[in-house]
């Protein structure tokens, strides 16, 4: 290392010289290695990421860094990061300035390390608060994975202002409405013959969204505009089975709509004009879902102030139970002026069981400790906090049993002691015999609609008016193909092509429908309601140049297709309108045998029995050739 001093005559007074000339000598500071902080002293290898060395306050910055082997020759003082494992010197310039002299190859405190350590990553932490709404914008929290996760220690939270928010980096929590990315620091863990070794790491936890309170809409005039009434319904809905329990059950009487009933519905299938008394949440854009839950939940908290007495129920999807919380505690509203209603929204529900299925290790504990977060949830919510979506998914038994005045509509409630561990059958048993979670299947609720001459007004109400015609006048019968998400059909690469249908492609699954029903069919094939076909696409290409009809809407409940038109069958990508399949009327799924297996043991599809027949094929790609076999009930039902 190389110390240069320098001396600096001022003129500013000191100790006279034999001329007598007045000097005064001010002897400059030596930086030393401990004058700065070094990050990036532990990376993997082949990682080229340099070291960084940050001067403390007030001291000169380091420039030149440089790299050498221990031995100084395996790896010669170069520039360049070293990529290969072993320990390495690092050392650097000071330059000389104001009150510093220079100091050139100062070693840094300790030596990098390139290793073959494991690399913290985002996936080993649960992440929550990243979207909330003004006011007292909490802490983004992070909670580490025991099972994954590093054990080193976590810390620095803390916030950059992103796409046009202006907010430097800081450790306090923003409060202005913007979005902001999170970043946390994860310590070093030094390998030993105890413990594996873990690289230190800074991670973006994703991003903050603030929001803000939303309490344009519904206006003072919007709401004089409301008729008084003790009673109000109002229904917060983003998929499609709720939307056909609300719209079924308003119909029929089960939902009151005498008493003003208001709405918001993402899919926009529910026409508002064809039941009285029943309209869309006022200033809802139906567009974008956050902005729209806030309005709902402005409606119920302005229709309780105007009248203290009001009782509102309030119709959610079992997928988005915190909404129900939100609704509510948020807003100030009291339990005893509310009622709630969880419409079911498929397979998300029967995942909800599945958490505390007969094969669950310490249920109780399980369950329990989702209690407690279903507590800590409405404390949030209570303190102002907006929860996000799904903070609850798959929790609602624990929902229903801390709050007392929540109802469940359930497709297979029937069976719930039977489904949930041995050691829960008496709650769950309690729970259906109070009348709580109730069993509610759409084909009852359809056959009721059929039996009782209003087919036509279940179809105005659930827009089936607008669906094309699928009734070509050639005697043959009708199959409509079930579509899902585009990037699932169209890309072999993707989750559910490579890994339940041996990277098979929606044309070449087409290609053996076609082969297989297109003598006793005409075949329609119906999208995603989020991802309809876009014209031109490969996808629109194959549909048009083989003859496959598309129904118009994409987003009409498939349901209603299947009910309400006769000798109509389905097949497709397994979901959860397959559960509501009459008898008979699946011919095909696209899956492996033994993967649509594994969603039936994991609670994603619901009984078998509602929806496999003697008459139901696999379809799926195995070695590189399209296979069509018949489904074995065991296929669905053994482990």
């Not at 976590?154 to 306090?172: D, Q």
């Not at 119920?300 to 505690?329: C, P, Q, W």
């Not at 309809?532 to 809407?553: A, M, Q, W």
């Amino acid at each position: 290392m190389t110390v240069l001093l320098a001396v600096f005559v001022l003129t500013l007074g000191g100790c006279p010289t034999q001329d007598g000339t007045v000097t005064e000598i001010v002897y400059v500071r030596l930086p030393t290695a401990n004058d700065y902080t070094y990050g990036q002293m532990f990376k993997s290898v082949g990682d080229d990421s340099a070291v960084t060395v940050t001067p403390k306050e007030n001291v000169p910055a380091a420039s030149n860094i440089q790299y050498t082997s221990v031995d100084g020759t395996t790896y010669p003082k170069t520039g360049t990061p070293p990529t290969t494992f072993g320990n390495y010197i690092v050392t650097f310039d000071v330059k000389a300035v104001e009150g510093w002299s220079e100091v050139l190859g100062m070693e840094a405190t300790s030596r990098l390390i390139v290793n073959n350590w494991r690399i913290p990553d985002v996936s080993h932490y649960d992440i929550g608060n990243l979207t909330q709404a003004q006011p007292n914008i909490q802490d983004v929290t992070i909670t580490p994975k025991t099972e994954t996760a590093s054990p080193g220690a976590m810390s620095n939270i803390r916030y950059v202002g992103i796409g046009g928010t202006n907010y430097p980096e800081s450790t306090t929590v923003p409060q202005e409405i913007g979005k902001y990315d999170v970043l946390f620091d994860i310590a070093v863990v030094v390998a030993t013959d105890m413990q594996e070794g873990w690289n230190p790491k800074t991670l973006s936890a994703g991003t903050l969204a603030v929001n803000g309170r939303h309490t344009a809409y519904p206006t003072d005039a919007q709401i004089d505009a409301i008729p008084r009434s003790s009673k109000y319904n109002i229904a917060y809905m983003l998929a499609t089975q709720p939307v056909l329990y609300f719209g079924l059950s308003a119909l029929e009487g089960v939902i009151d709509v005498s008493n003003p009933t208001f709405y918001v519905n993402l899919r926009k299938h529910l026409n508002d004009t064809s039941l009285s008394n029943v309209s869309l949440v006022p200033g809802a854009t139906v567009d974008d879902f956050y902005e729209d839950l806030h309005i709902t939940e402005n409606l119920g908290r302005k229709l309780y102030e105007r009248d203290n007495s009001v009782h509102i129920t309030y119709y959610g999807e079992d997928v988005r139970s915190e909404t129900a919380i939100r609704f509510m505690y948020s807003q100030n509203i009291p339990a005893e002026n509310i009622t709630i209603v969880l419409l079911s929204d498929g397979a998300y529900s029967r995942n909800s069981i599945s958490r505390y299925g007969p094969n669950t290790t310490n249920p109780i504990a399980r369950l329990e400790t989702d209690r407690a977060i279903v507590r800590n949830a409405i404390a949030s919510a209570k303190a102002g906090i907006a929860l996000e979506f799904h903070t609850l998914v798959n929790m609602n038994l624990a929902f229903m049993l801390e709050m007392p005045n929540a109802y469940w509509w359930y497709n297979g409630a029937s069976s719930l002691p039977t489904d949930v561990h041995p050691d829960l059958k008496t709650i769950a048993q309690h729970l259906l015999d109070s009348g709580r979670i109730v069993n509610k299947r759409l084909s009852d609720l359809f056959a009721v609609v059929q039996n009782s001459g209003k087919t036509e007004q279940a179809k105005t109400i659930l827009k089936m008016s607008e669906v094309a015609d699928t009734d070509v006048d050639n005697g043959k019968k009708t199959l409509v193909i079930m579509g899902t998400y585009t990037d699932t059909e169209m890309n072999p690469a993707s989750d559910y092509a490579a890994n339940r249908i041996g990277g098979a492609v929606l044309p070449e699954l087409l290609d053996e429908v076609i082969k297989a029903y297109s003598g006793e069919y005409n075949i329609f094939y119906k999208g995603h309601p989020a991802y309809p076909t876009v014209p031109g696409s490969e996808k629109h290409t194959y549909l048009t140049d083989n003859g496959i009809l598309e129904i118009s809407d994409a987003s009409i409940p498939a349901e209603m297709l299947m009910y309400l038109i006769d000798d109509l069958y389905i097949g497709g990508y397994p979901g959860t309108v397959f559960q509501n399949s009459k008898d008979n009327q699946t011919l095909f799924l696209f899956s492996e045998p033994e993967k649509l297996r594994g969603a039936w043991l994991t609670g994603g599809l619901n009984n078998p029995d509602y929806f496999l027949h003697g008459n139901t094929y696999f379809i799926y790609k195995d070695s590189g050739a399209i296979q069509r076999t018949p489904v074995q009930r065991s296929d669905i039902t053994s482990n």
